[in-house]
């Protein structure tokens, strides 16, 4: 398996414009995380879905988020517009089930707003 | 509602020498409890993890980490660290198999020659 994929590794982008990150999680995976990391926050959970239903996004941190989970291969992260003190790492993990399973991060995608 | 503390954000230790990195967590109820490791420029991923059971814990690249229900302590031990941990790595627990897997701050591990 190739792991959790995330797209892309990285993205420059200017203050005002839509963002938007993806993912692919682990085949028969059923739980989706999306999470922050930045130096003064360190990691935040944004949101997370269980068979492609968001069952948490007290993380996001404004209307300026939002993410999707059309299918159980694939998920997205928009941001619009962007501000610069959404420049991070963004993470995506998946796992089989929630609390007492291994969650299996993607590489992430650093995101510069300008 | 369960909590994680790292109490130390940077450990710097000498190449070969013995490192233990502290967690402590907050919780009424059972737990599990996991020790994540991220490398530069990378995800985390899994160190080892304690469900229930044997209370000494043993994970990969020679770690290992004890569970203390007394002291709510789950500190992470390796007797001879390497240049090639140096990451950060992240304590994280979770109240049970249904709820959410919160993570501390990190502890940056720095080894020096």
């Known amino acids: 398996d190739a792991g959790v994929i995330q797209s892309p590794r990285h993205e420059v982008t200017e203050m005002g414009q839509e963002v938007t990150l993806r993912c692919k999680p682990i085949?028969?995976?059923?739980?989706l995380f999306w999470y922050r990391q930045t130096m003064m926050r360190g990691l935040e959970l944004l949101i997370y879905?269980?068979?492609?239903?968001?069952?948490?996004d007290s993380g996001m941190p404004e209307d300026r988020f939002s993410a999707k989970m059309p299918n159980a291969s694939f998920s997205t992260l928009k941001i619009q517009p962007s501000e610069p003190r959404d420049s991070a790492v963004y993470f995506c993990?998946?796992?089989?089930?929630?609390?007492?399973?291994?969650?299996?991060f993607g590489p992430g995608t650093r995101l510069t707003v300008l | 509602a369960q909590s994680v503390t790292q109490l130390d954000s940077q450990v710097p230790v000498f190449e070969e020498a013995p490192v233990e990195l502290r967690c402590n967590y907050s919780?009424?109820?059972?737990?599990?409890l996991f020790w994540y490791v991220q490398y530069p420029n990378q995800g985390l991923q899994l160190l080892l993890k304690?469900?229930?059971?044997?209370?000494l814990v043993k994970g990969i690249n020679g770690f290992e980490a004890e569970f203390n229900k007394s002291q709510t302590s789950f500190h992470l031990r390796k007797p001879s660290v390497h240049i090639s941990d140096t990451a950060e790595y992240f304590c994280?627990?979770?109240?049970?198999?249904?709820?959410?897997?919160?993570f501390g701050s990190g502890t940056r591990l720095s080894i020096r020659p």
């Open positions: 993990a998946s796992s089989f089930t929630q609390g007492a399973a291994e969650q299996f």
């Open positions: 304690y469900l229930s059971g044997s209370t």
């Open positions: 879905f269980n068979n492609n239903v968001p069952i948490d």
């Open positions: 085949s028969g995976h059923d739980y």
């Open positions: 994280a627990v979770s109240e049970s198999s249904a709820s959410k897997i919160i």
């Open positions: 919780s009424s109820v059972s737990v599990y």
